[in-house]
């Protein structure tokens, strides 16, 4: 886990708020994914991107979710208007490189933002 | 529509025994694995991995067995101490893009 920064750590909404998800990934990373761990469940991909592209949002949902990894600075993951079911742990990772059996890269995580709904 | 399966949600294992953890795919097309472990309150830090053209991957006390015509994957992690005590989480890696497919988990707890 070490050098994957989110924060915060943990964040407290009410519906209809929006929420904010930083990232700062590894030192040298420039490819960095969300996944979503709800309770009882394993972590599932939302989307992956590198600096100013998504390339992979196929885990998002249609609505209210959105990500960007700008040039400077942080990955943001964004959430409007959440409602209680949005509620869980957002996990992001970084590489070097793509992850893919080719490259054998590794995917690095963070410790993670408990986003609680009220 | 779960892909990655692990069927037994935990696990309790006496200190110095070996302790098994299983996990089986649907997906013939998938060809990396890897297991995670992951203590409360952290991210998941990457374990062992094995390529499907392989069928046994070892590193130090932790051993993975691949058997691809049963879609099964197992890690072996002999002898088991406390600090081993976590949730282990096995993926497999889809395509090109670094999406990982978890599985929900196994929570090991290892007696001293």
């Known amino acids: 886990n070490a050098g994957v920064m989110q924060n915060p750590r943990h964040l407290v909404r009410r519906r209809g708020q929006e929420a904010r998800l930083r990232c700062s990934p590894m030192k040298g990373h420039s490819h960095v994914y969300w996944y979503r761990q709800l309770p009882e469940e394993g972590l599932k991909f939302m989307v992956y991107l590198q600096k100013e592209n998504i390339i992979d949002e196929s885990g998002m949902p249609k609505e209210r979710f959105s990500a960007e990894f700008p040039k400077e600075g942080p990955s943001i993951l964004r959430i409007q208007q959440v409602v209680r079911g949005d509620s869980a742990a957002y996990f992001c990772?970084?590489?070097?490189?793509?992850?893919?059996?080719?490259?054998?890269?590794?995917?690095?995580f963070g410790s993670g933002t408990q986003l609680s709904v009220l | 529509d779960q892909q990655v399966k692990q069927n037994s949600p935990s696990l309790s294992v006496q200190e110095g025994r070996i302790s098994i953890l299983n996990c089986d795919y649907t997906?013939?097309?998938?060809?990396?694995f890897l297991w995670y472990k992951k203590y409360p309150a952290e991210g998941p830090t990457f374990l062992i991995s094995?390529?499907?053209?392989?069928d046994k991957n070892e590193d130090g006390r932790f051993t993975v067995f691949l058997n691809k015509s049963a879609k099964h994957l197992s890690l072996h992690i002999v002898p088991s101490q406390p600090g081993d005590s976590a949730v282990y989480f096995c993926a497999a890696l889809r395509g090109s893009q670094g999406n990982l497919i978890f599985g929900k988990g196994t929570k090991l707890s290892v007696k001293p």
């Open positions: 997906n013939s097309m998938f060809d990396y």
């Open positions: 990772a970084s590489s070097a490189r793509t992850a893919t059996p080719a490259t054998n890269e590794k995917l690095f």
């Open positions: 094995i390529s499907s053209i392989k």
